[in-house]
């Protein structure tokens, strides 16, 4: 469709005309009333307004900010600019503040550090961590921890000259070949490049568009891989690729051609199958193959089902399937021998239960651990295939304990890392046959923290429809006062099942002890009570994750914890669009927003096959292509449902390179607020020009980014408390 633009001819024109037309509509000034910005002599950028009529099911929506999606542009990067001009300008008073955040956010982390080594094959690989290197270094001994280092993966010094790096390692099972997947955009497209580790050699083929996703078969000379669309970043190939040959030969050995679906390769724990998974919000289906015959075909495991999800692994003479099969909503554990895989074969290893959600599974020679949840709280299982079962024990209100790297089959030793909102990240080793704990790291938080000074609780918010209850996980500063007057912030996401575990961050101290209560909403969307409590916020549940979060933020002001002139919300991605339509909702709810790459235009990005995610999501928010889908889609988009009203202070911030939400969504969003809406709060939208999904890469940046946010959110406040 040709756009406004050419009917008008000249642009000026146009934009003056258009921009009249907005105002006299919308019934409030150009830049959206900002006099607080005014008054320091900084104008807020005003985006050219061109809209775009798009038609669907017989509805025309007026997008005046369409064209923000054209990368290339000049005009799109020059007004991403100037927006980031206008930010730094109205948080400059603030530059005091921040250094002051990144001081102490640096300062209470451990810049030169070790992870736990693990025991992988004849070597125990760690990663490390130098004071003034931003990225790690990747390192093993071999045969003992008191054995020489051996560096195989610097990331600092491949990152030399690149604003934006990253890269993880892939070493084969006998630990003399090494893969690496390196991405120099945030965009999530990956080289692969391969690297003699016992003669030092890096061999000259470089495997592009790669998605990172990648494993060795047990010649330890073949390496499988799987490529993206470039188009859409859907991973959909998997090709396998001879040591030192052009990587134009490599075979392709799979490609999943349903658009719904994506593909990854992988190995079975016991190293003796490589696995491809195509995998739907809905459903999988996979393949294997000897990963001692890497160029053998491999073999389908069960014809894929919709509705039908499952997790395959490999022990003795057994697959075991995690799998909803037979309405099985929170899943149960399957075996079925690996000649025979047909589901009449399926024997039951732990049944279905409708109070337990079994996320997942471990498997170890002479015994079974299976992460399960229960009651919203994760626990560990112990089963032994030889003799009794038993949990391993936790006893705060809200907590994280999760299985940890655990590679090895001959074994009877556990680790499992623990974690609350008040305790930092330790790693144990459990002995499952003695049931003795032993701690191997805490994560060190310098400057004298002492989790006795904290106070973790769990506490349950009745939900708008009054059929259940919400969970909230706080941690707060001994002494604090339920008198209304503490600022909050309130987190959450409630999207694609992934639940928010209540965990340690010594950054979120330069709020905690400025008298902040830090807040984790489980809202519906996530896993946290189960599989039921994801079904009840997606597609046409959705709006049951938006009114949860507000009955949340109600419930919180009415025990006394914060009150609306001091309440902030955050949320990044899914829970971007979370931030987005809550502020649609109850804008009066909350002093401050902070949304981080916000999934915004919802409607708009769904009908667009051609953009990373869409097809495959469709089970997830629905496709618009259907109208009741449409309609119910349309009714909460963020972007779509923006009102001329007041709207509290908000921080957008997206990537340019994002793979994941478009940096076009937020900027379109903030483009439409500012145009519209009738307060004299602040609007920033800060665009990171050279990075991604996760915001910029190597420690200090993001160290710097959480200083900009909470300067943010403290400057707010008016005067800023000192940290206790």
Partial sequence: MPRAEAVYGDRSTLVAALLAVSIQAAGCVADGGEPSAAAAGVTPPVPRVIPEQLETHGHTRIDNYYWLNQREDPEVIEYLEAENGHT???MAHTEGLQAELFDEIRG?????????????GD????????????YPIHARKRGSLDAEEEVILDVNALAEGHDFFAAFPEVSSAGDMMAWAEDTRGRRIHTIRIRNLGTGETYPEAIEGA???????????????????????????????RVGTDPADDVLVYQEDDEEFSSRVRKTKSKRYLVISSSHTLADE????????????????????RGHEHRIDHLGGHFYVRTNLDRAENFKLMRTPVDRTSTDQWETVVPHRSDVFLQGFELFRNYLVLSEREAGLTRLRVRAWQGDEYQIAFDEPAYLASLSANPELDTDILRFAYTSLSAPRAVYHYDMSTRERTLLKEDEVLGGYDRA???VERLHAPARDGAVEVPVSLVYRRGLEKDGDNPLLLYAYGSYGSSMEATFSSTRLSLIDRGFVYAIAHIRGGQELGRAWYEDGKM????NTFTDYVHVADFLIAEGYTSPEKLFARGGSAGGLLMGAVVNMRPELFRGVVAHVPFVDVVTTMLDESIPLTTFEWDEWGNPEDLESYRYMLSYSPYDQVEAKDYPNLLVTTGLHDSQVQYWEPAKWVAKLRSVKTDENRLLLKTHMDAGHGGGSGRDREYEELAFEFAFILDLLGETPSPR
């Fill in 88 to 90: 730094d300008a109205l």
């Fill in 108 to 120: 209470r982390i451990k810049q030169t550090d070790l992870s736990v080594p693990v025991k992988e």
């Fill in 123 to 134: 070597f125990f690989y760690y990663t490390r961590t130098e004071d003034g290197r931003d």
């Fill in 211 to 241: 998605s990172g996703n990648m494993v060795w078969a047990e010649d330890n000379r073949t390496l499988f891989y799987t490529k993206r669309d470039l188009g859409t970043l859907r991973s959909y190939q998997i090709y396998r690729h």
């Fill in 286 to 305: 996979h393949r294997f193959l000897d990963a001692t015959d890497p160029e053998g075909e491999f073999t389908l495991f069960l014809p894929r089902e």
């Fill in 453 to 455: 000074d904290y106070v």
């Fill in 540 to 543: 046409f549940n959705k709006k």
